[in-house]
Every structure is written in structure tokens, then in C-alpha cells.
């Protein structure tokens, strides 16, 4: 017979199985507890506010290089979401294409956002990744839904 | 820019980019440690996954957000502190990839995960006692591409085909008393699995690679274990088991009276339930959903339409139709489960 592995041998079959069921038992418990094991995009997305690297937005200026994002639409199950742009609104001199938010703790925002009214659809898979260290907040939902509404009344006049 | 694992948590911050630094190294590494445990032949769908084959386009894209959240981001903490006491993190990393994929395939291919388990118990008990070599091991587990020889006379033998294996699979004897042993961890799992070693090694086949044979053995055992599952068939009418199937099979009424009462109580409390949802959207939809599915058990009986039916009377698409009757479903178990017994 040919050599196995010593590190193989320390643990027997029974400890083996004994120790997946542990494992299993302890999954049970971590997703019933904490860790969620998949993204609840549905949950997670519509109102967050996070600050979004400009090469998302298409555009790259020596400023900054991200600018804060709220998505304003998630449609269950898809793979794309849509987001405002949000930029200081002391810098914008007309604010007629703009919605602004002010800066609370709950929305994570540091001063005063113009989010400007152009959807712009972002992938999911990045989406997710911004969460890890990019999420600021949630729009208070009153505040959310004045945006959705402004953002449709938007681009009801673009279309007419 | 990180070079490495250990610089992207040293300065994991706001300014920091995954996906322009750390994350193509990360899919190099996920993709070694699937190779290793033979995922990358395997449906994507056997790790949760939508692409019909890992070499679609983008296949990739989902799974590496996902390994990054669970193997580093929601992790940085845990990292940080072992850089206090170890120069660098990358061993922690890669055993990160391999829990990820040790999650996924457990929670989502359970029949799969228990069979290699099983073996890989099997074959520590045999190797302990020297009736068995395995070629390659990692890190104490018994990785899936390696060759498992049984008995002294398999040294230098090819390992068996997998179309040998199935059949080997197939001609077990009291199959259908082992299945409910072999879809959990257990030691009866364990021990059956022995004998199947002897039986094979008897038959002369001493040698195989670990991939094949569990592919061989929980392929029949997910298709057994499903179809000695399925509804009755007079209940079906359906296409497979999809989400509206089984939010049907959750109430469907019938002449019992009490299924009767129980789909009454849900017309009431499901809409209370969907009332409380956050989005006008979300409201919207499930609304539309759960009135087209009481339609059609009220207007049509045992002639359920499918889920492309219903997603075509909804003008929804199927992936949005699902996500619906998935939260529909959820709502009605909460509700039963509430339900005091009468």
C-alpha cells in the first residue's frame, strides 16, 4: 500500500462524521443568527446611500474619486439596479435637474446632496461589493420617495 | 493598489477598491480552489449560481462578490487581529475561498455534500487500518480529484470510469433502504460506505477518483431522493417543482373543508402581511401575484397553470415572478405555522 497522508489518519472516520454534523448544526445557528449567506438585495438596496467610484458613473474627475449614490430602484430577482448621482449642492448653480438631500445620521450623508435626476443602472455583482466599506446610510423614507417621484416627474417631461 | 491579501486588510478602508486590486486575484484563487474540488465541471446551479456553465460570460461576476464578502470584507476584523500575531494573512484567505465553498456546496447540494463526506469517512476509517492510499491530500481533507486505491492489489491500476461507477451504483443491492442513511453525514452513511468500497474493490475495481464516484453515487441519489419525495401525481398538473407548484401544494383547496378554511384565512392575512411590505412596488407587486394565484384556484381548478403561465397573465418576468411567490410562500408558512390548532 502506498503511504496516506499522517494528518489524514489523526482524524477517524467516526470523528469525521461526528464533526460534519457539528458543522452543519453550526450553520443552522449562524444563519439563523448574524451572517446572512445572500445578499438580500431587495431589503438592502432601495434607499442606501454609498458613495460609488466615479468609473461607475462613467466619468473620472481629479477632485474625487467616488461621489455619493442612492438607489432609487430594485426590481426583485434582477441583476441591476438603478442609482442617482448625488453631488455637493453648494457647487450646483442650477438646481432645476436636482433633488436635494439634506445630511442626517441616518442617510450617512456628510453635507448637503444634489442627487441629480438621471437614472444610471448599475450592476449588481458591484453593487454588493460597495457595501463592504462604501454603504453611508438610508434615506428616511419619506425623503426616498420624494426622490422616486421626482425622478419619474423627470423624466415624464424628458419623454414629452 | 494591494499586492497582496495581507496589504488589501492592512488598508481596507473607505478609499480602498476592491474590485480594481484584490479581486482579480481573488478569482484566481476561487477558481484554483474549485478546480481542486472539481466544481469547475459541475453546474453552476449546484453552488446557487444562475450561468448554465462556469465559461459563460460573466459567469464568474456574482461568485467573486460574494466569496469577497464572505472570505474577506465580513471578515476584516477577525483578519486585522491575526496580522497582530502573524507576519501575513494569505493562508487564512485561501482557507476563507475554501469555507465559502464549503457553504455553498453544503447548503445548496446537501445530498452531494453528504455522500463525499461519507466517503471521506469511509476512506480515513480504511486508511487507518492500511486497507487504503489515497494519492493527494489537502489540509486533512481528502480533495476531490484525488485517487482512492482500496486493497493491496491496486497499486499502479487506472482508476475505474465513471460510466463503471454508475453502473457499480446501479447494481448495489437494498438501495432504497441505504438512500435515507447516505443523504445525511452519518455513521450508517459512513459504514455503508464502506461495504460499497469492498463490493467495488470485490468486483475489480480497486481504484477510483473521488469526484467520479461521488458524482456516481449522489447523482442517484438526488434523483431518488427527489422522485421518493414528489406529490402524488393526480395532485401535480404541473411542470416541476417551482415556486407557484409549491405554494399551491401549500393550500391547495380540495373538498376538505379545513384546506377550505385555511385558504379563507390566507385571503384575509396575506394581504395584511403584504400591506406591511416598505415599497409601493413591492406592495404592487405581491398584490398582483397573489390575486392572480387565488383566481386561478378559484376559476380553474385542478388545471393550474405553470409559473411561465402565470408570469405571462402577469406580464412579469419569470425571475421577478419567482422572487414574488418565493415571498408569498414564506408569508403563508408564517401565517400556518401561527395558526392555532383548533
Sequence with gaps: MEDSDDSFLDVSGRERVRRRSHESEADERASAGGEPEVFDADRELPGAVLMVPNRHWGFEVESAADHPGACTEYEPGETEAIFVHGTDADRIRSLRNYFIVEATEQNGLKKRTAFKLTPHVLRLHKIKLLFANRYLGRLEQGVFEALKTALARRNAEEET | ?342
Design chain 2, 1 to 342: 493598489m494591494c499586492l497582496s491579501f495581507t496589504d488589501h486588510v492592512r488598508t481596507f478602508g473607505r478609499d480602498c477598491d476592491p474590485e480594481a486590486c484584490v479581486l482579480p486575484r481573488l478569482e484566481k484563487l476561487l477558481k484554483q480552489c474549485m478546480r481542486r474540488r472539481g466544481l469547475l465541471s459541475q453546474p453552476p446551479a449546484l453552488l446557487g449560481y444562475d450561468p448554465p456553465t462556469w465559461q459563460a460570460p460573466g459567469a464568474f461576476d456574482d461568485i467573486v462578490s460574494d466569496c469577497y464578502r464572505f472570505g474577506v470584507a465580513e471578515r476584516i476584523e477577525g483578519l486585522r487581529n491575526q496580522l497582530v500575531v502573524r507576519p501575513n494573512i494569505e493562508g487564512l484567505i485561501t482557507r476563507n475561498v475554501n469555507n465559502f465553498l464549503f457553504h455553498r456546496q453544503s447548503k445548496r447540494d446537501p445530498i452531494g455534500y453528504a455522500v463525499f463526506s461519507n466517503l471521506e469517512a469511509a476512506v480515513a476509517d480504511l486508511a487507518a487500518s492500511g486497507q487504503a492510499a489515497v494519492d493527494t491530500l489537502d489540509e486533512n481533507r481528502l480533495p476531490a480529484a484525488s485517487i482512492v486505491r482500496i486493497g493491496s492489489g491496486a497499486a499502479g491500476m487506472k482508476p475505474g470510469e465513471r460510466t463503471e461507477l454508475d453502473a457499480a451504483v446501479l447494481e448495489v443491492p437494498n438501495w432504497n433502504e441505504a438512500l435515507a442513511d447516505l443523504v445525511s453525514t452519518s455513521d450508517e452513511g459512513r459504514e455503508w460506505m464502506i461495504e460499497f468500497l469492498r463490493r467495488i474493490e470485490a468486483n475489480g475495481m480497486p481504484c477510483f477518483r473521488v469526484s467520479d464516484l461521488v458524482a456516481a453515487i449522489a447523482s442517484r441519489a438526488r434523483d431518488d431522493w427527489a422522485a421518493r419525495h414528489a406529490e402524488p401525481a393526480a395532485e401535480l398538473g404541473y411542470e416541476g417543482q417551482d415556486e407557484s407548484y409549491r405554494l399551491v401544494r401549500l393550500v391547495w383547496p380540495d373538498q376538505d373543508l379545513d384546506t377550505k378554511d385555511v385558504l379563507e384565512m390566507l385571503k384575509r392575512t396575506v394581504p395584511e402581511r403584504i400591506a406591511k411590505e416598505q415599497q409601493a412596488r413591492v406592495r404592487k407587486g405581491l398584490t398582483a401575484v397573489f390575486e392572480e394565484w387565488i383566481r386561478t384556484i378559484e376559476d380553474e381548478g385542478v388545471s393550474r397553470p405553470n409559473q411561465a403561465e402565470l408570469a405571462r397573465r402577469l406580464t412579469m418576468s419569470a425571475k421577478t415572478l419567482s422572487d414574488y411567490l418565493q415571498r408569498l410562500r414564506g408569508m403563508a408558512r408564517e401565517i400556518l405555522a401561527e395558526k392555532p390548532d383548533e
